[in-house]
């Protein structure tokens, strides 16, 4: 069973950066299609961006702020996040789908999460 773990999330102030991974010791992340979700407190849990092997996807919230990456040789996906702002204060989870016609914004095609990583921002 794939299990996926998230790093990297922290406090930064407004226009800082962090960048969050996504990683697996039990199966080769390159098979797998892996999308960033967010979940804010008292909100629903909302689609950030995902990678397949044509593309890379953003919502538009984060378009030119977000990019997202593999690392093949670390098996991980990044989520490099600049310009950060306080409406991006959530928990950020990773999941995991394997491949099919190119990566989802919906959270019901992923089969495998992680546990989440806290991300506030706030000065």
């Known amino acids: 069973q794939l299990r996926l773990v998230e790093s990297g999330g922290g406090l930064v102030q407004p226009g800082g950066s962090l960048t969050l991974s996504c990683t697996t010791s039990?199966?080769?992340?390159?098979?797998?299609?892996v999308g960033w979700f967010r979940q804010a407190p008292g909100k629903a849990r909302e689609w950030v961006s995902c990678?397949?092997?044509?593309?890379?996807k953003y919502e538009d919230f984060v378009q030119r702020r977000f990019t997202i990456s593999r690392n093949s040789a670390e098996n991980t996906v990044h989520l490099q996040m600049n310009g950060l702002r306080p409406e991006d204060t959530a928990v950020y989870f990773c999941?995991?789908?394997?491949?099919?016609?190119?990566?989802?914004?919906?959270?019901?095609?992923?089969?495998?999460w992680g546990q989440g990583t806290q991300v506030t921002v706030s000065s």
């Open positions: 990678i397949d092997d044509a593309s890379l």
């Open positions: 039990s199966a080769n992340l390159d098979a797998y299609e």
């Open positions: 999941a995991a789908a394997q491949a099919t016609n190119g990566c989802s914004r919906y959270a019901r095609n992923y089969a495998i």
